[in-house]
């Protein structure tokens, strides 16, 4: 009946049976704090791996940027260094062209020399025997030189020279 003294003893009765099903409730709750703890433990685990991750890819970009300042310091080296190698060819080229010009070039006159010349005559009778061009030689003999020399001097008979051929020339 619903007795103050009734609605004592239920109320008493409901607190009895509350704390009697609280076992339910602490299972429940021991699994939940269970389960609970297993996320924790791997979402530590996954923020460990991503922090290692992190770590090996800084680690990455380090090694990285470090490969790359060598390697663009090797490639300024090599660059300077094939720089100096070309010049060192063309002062080498330069040079070689000059030591051809000497090497064929009388040095009193200017005018080709007699190694010049042979050069010349094979390459122009090479034509000649190619083609059947004609072929012309002119030979030229300065009379009386050596008693240019012998009257005169040496340095005369040089100026005399070279006055011939700058005639030859024009």
């Known amino acids: 009946s ?5 609605q004592r003893a239920v109320a008493l009765l409901d607190r009895y049976l509350a704390v009697m099903n609280i076992s339910e409730s602490l299972e429940a709750h021991e ?5 609970l703890m297993e996320r924790y433990v791997v979402q530590r685990s996954q923020r ?3 922090l290692a991750a992190v770590l090996v890819a800084a680690l990455l970009a380090l090694a990285s940027y470090v490969a790359l300042r060598k390697h663009r310091s090797l490639a300024l080296r090599l660059a300077a260094s094939h720089a100096q190698v070309l010049a060192q060819q063309q002062a080498l080229q330069a040079a070689n062209e000059a030591l051809e010009r000497l090497s064929q070039t009388d040095g009193l006159t200017q005018l ?5 010349f042979d050069q010349a005559l094979q390459r122009e009778h090479g034509r000649y025997q190619h083609t059947g061009a ?3 030689l002119l030979l030229l003999d300065v009379d009386d030189f050596k008693s240019v020399n012998d009257h005169y001097g040496h340095a005369v008979g040089d100026d005399y020279l070279r006055a011939v051929a700058r005639v030859l020339e024009s």
């Open 48 to 50: 460990t791996l991503l």
């Open 112 to 116: 080709a020399n007699r190694r010049h």
């Open 134 to 136: 004609a072929l012309s």
């Open 31 to 35: 699994m939940n704090e269970r389960q």
């Open 2 to 6: 619903p007795t103050p003294e009734h």
